[in-house]
């Protein structure tokens, strides 16, 4: 029998969601207090926060469950009109590296530790399949890129996306359909997804496909919910000349000595294609570290201010290769490729290292997602993430809104998809062979 349709924003317990709460305004007390003394800006986004705490603590006061506080703290963090300011719950950010179990002794989040092996894209108010791993359970099923995503397990994926809140930037809306959809196709290993696609010829196909285990190695920084780090590099011979192509979903400390050996594999490259598309971020000083790979001398690849401070982001060069041994920082030309949902450290990279003009952008605007956060308990168990600073690139431009604009606007459109073709990698690679002179 089809689970139940209803919306997939979030993978949280409805037992817990609807457990008895006590002393609520511990809890959000906490939470305000946090934000008031931890925002960069005195003026909190032109937000009067001590009216907000005086609108919203009667309504935490009056919260009798714990879905209740949530919803009194979430309405409290989104007065800011921030980026990464969110309330997440304790059984999502405690869940274990399988997917399930919690690790305060709360309700199980649900098992989404299972993948069909592809990644998708929201492409004119639809879901579209963007990319697929060859081994993965999708390919061998069968899928093709370009497909549209009708249903999963016979739940409409449109009714879901219908409900999405009302976002007026498009880079958010594809976000939250990202996540919509990635949720819905993510579940237990094992169990299987019946998945109707829309194919090349508009026409629906239903299939089913065994989810296998999420690509990559499971990775945890401190509160936060575990995540998938994965890290690939091939080198790509064309037009007499090798370009080296590195992706990587996250910025997570263990996927620093795979980079470090990706570059020690491609110094002879003609040219180097970083391919940060849909890598949501993460620890931030990590940039710093990456850069330096292709910096020849030490440069500043941003600012970071906190209330009362700044502290700029030095990358410095990376004079030894994994096996200690003396190298030169890659000199060759470098380019970058990135999408709405480049997003936190992401946007650091590639922001400074466009500004400092050492490598050339492709694909379309980043998420303008860029504060630096940092996640801390609260009293009843959830995690308040929240911003602590602005960050500015190398010239003092905010990364916050905007986003990074690239050198060149490439579009992911579905009939490129359906040929097989990936326009912003493809303009990259031309640019990487072109006649061109290394920055």
């Known amino acids: ?149 009708q249903s999963v397990d016979g739940c409409p994926l449109s009714a879901r996306l219908a409900r999405m809140p009302n976002e007026p930037d ?43 285990p999420a690509p990559g190695v499971v990775a945890k920084f401190g509160n936060l919910p575990a995540m998938n780090a994965q890290l690939a590099f091939e080198r790509v011979k064309t037009a007499g000349k ?6 990587f979903n996250i910025w997570m400390p263990i996927l620093s000595p795979q980079f ?29 570290g990456i850069a330096g790979h292709f910096l020849d001398s030490t440069r500043t690849i941003g600012t970071m201010v906190q209330r009362g401070a700044t502290l700029k982001f030095v990358a410095n060069p990376r004079r030894v290769d994994t096996r200690s041994r003396g190298v030169t920082p890659y000199a060759g030309p470098l380019a970058i490729v990135v999408d709405e949902l480049s997003i936190s450290t992401t946007e650091i990279f590639a922001g400074g290292m466009q500004a400092l003009g050492r490598a050339q952008l492709f694909g379309v605007q980043t998420s303008g997602q860029a504060l630096p956060s940092v996640p801390e308990r609260l009293p009843n168990g959830d995690i308040l993430y929240h911003a602590i ?8 431009q905010p990364l916050e809104g905007a986003g990074v604009t690239p050198d060149r606007v490439v579009p992911l459109t579905r009939a490129a998809l359906l040929a097989k073709r990936d326009p912003a990698l493809d303009a990259a690679m031309a640019w990487a062979i072109g006649p061109i002179t290394a920055k």
């Open 1 to 149: 029998m089809p689970a139940a349709c209803g919306p997939t924003t979030g993978a949280v317990s409805t037992s817990l969601a609807s457990s008895l709460v006590t002393d609520p305004l511990v809890t959000f007390d906490s939470a305000w207090s946090i934000i008031a003394r931890t925002h960069w800006d005195t003026t909190y986004n032109g937000v009067n926060w001590s009216a907000v705490r005086a609108e919203l603590r009667p309504k935490a006061a009056a919260a009798t469950t714990t879905g209740a506080l949530r919803a009194v703290l979430s309405d409290m963090v989104s007065r800011l009109k921030q980026s990464h300011f969110s309330i997440i719950p304790r059984e999502v950010a405690d869940a274990t590296a399988g997917g399930s179990g919690s690790a305060s002794g709360g309700a199980p989040a649900p098992d989404r530790s299972g993948s069909i092996g592809a990644e998708v894209r929201y492409l004119d108010h639809t879901i579209v399949i963007a990319q697929l791993d060859r081994e993965g359970p999708a390919a061998q099923a069968g899928v093709r890129t370009g497909w549209r995503v």
């Open 170 to 212: 498009a880079r958010r809306e594809a976000l939250t359909a990202y996540a919509i959809a990635t949720q819905s196709l993510a579940g237990a290993v094992g169990d299987t997804a019946t998945v109707v696609f829309a194919d090349e010829r508009d026409t629906d196909r239903t299939v089913r496909i065994v989810r296998a």
């Open 242 to 247: 090798t370009v080296g192509i590195i992706r």
């Open 260 to 288: 470090d050996a990706a570059v020690d594999s491609l110094r002879d490259a003609d040219a180097i294609i970083l391919d940060i598309r849909g890598n949501f971020g993460g620890v931030g000083g990590m940039s710093m």
């Open 389 to 396: 600073a602005d960050f500015l690139n190398p010239v003092g």
